[in-house]
């Protein structure tokens, strides 16, 4: 099964708004990535935080880590129709292997 | 800077016919790669990762192959496509742990669609 299981698997607001995504993982990891990926196209790294950091920002853009639940989160601030996108979180926990969660769909409407 | 090159972007194969998609990573040495396969709304199934030439590591066990004949070029393969092969196929890189973290960067992606 997979690492990172995202939530909500779909997720619609309105240009403006925040947006959050949540991703739970099952075994201690390294790090875990946020990735981005626009409709038919291959996927973007956005941000990453290491296992020792809480919380991480990048632009519009904040993630946390809660080890001891074993989640994370992806808020998206003053959401745009261009974030319109599939988010995708992944886990890496040494060796060769980053792996990836289901992801969210997120559309902002205009 | 590193850019990664993967063709072809879309194909349509019949059931049966063999397979090559190619992808090529510049500006960068000794990469990890990989080939992942998504399927319509759906996550990433890793395939292969290769640490090195020649060096492949199969996840799961399929109708596909993979080749790494030079540093920089990853190759996935099959003999004899299966409808079930259809999907968006992604090349991706690495350059493992440490300060990166295993960041993968992808390709663009090759749609397969197996008649």
């Known amino acids: 099964s997979q690492q990172g299981e995202e939530d909500p698997q779909a997720l619609s607001i309105q240009e403006g708004e925040n947006a959050t995504m949540n991703c739970s993982y099952k075994?201690?990891?390294?790090?875990l990535q946020w990735y981005r990926q626009n409709s038919g196209r291959g996927l973007v790294h956005l941000i990453l935080?290491?296992?020792?950091?809480r919380e991480k920002h990048s632009g519009r853009l904040r993630v946390t880590l809660d080890t001891s639940k074993k989640s994370s989160s992806l808020l998206i601030t003053a959401s745009r129709a261009a974030d319109t996108a599939s988010y995708f979180c992944a886990t890496y926990t040494g060796g060769f292997k980053t792996i990836f969660g289901a992801g969210t769909r997120l559309f902002v409407k205009a | 800077s590193q850019t990664i090159h993967q063709w072809p972007a879309t194909l349509v194969q019949p059931v049966g016919s063999p397979l090559s998609l190619e992808c090529t990573v510049e500006g960068t040495s000794n990469p990890n790669l990989y080939w992942y396969r998504q399927a319509a709304g759906r996550g990433l199934q890793l395939l292969f990762y290769?640490?090195?030439?020649?060096?492949i590591s199969s996840e799961v066990p399929q109708n596909l192959s993979a080749s790494r004949p030079q540093d920089r070029q990853f190759i996935l393969s099959s003999k004899k496509l299966l409808l079930s092969d259809s999907g968006f196929y992604l090349c991706a890189w690495s350059l493992g742990g440490g300060d990166s973290g295993n960041t993968i960067y992808f390709g663009e992606g090759s749609w397969l669609t197996v008649v």
């Open positions: 290769s640490v090195g030439i020649g060096q």
């Open positions: 075994t201690s990891i390294n790090n």
């Open positions: 935080i290491r296992s020792n950091e």
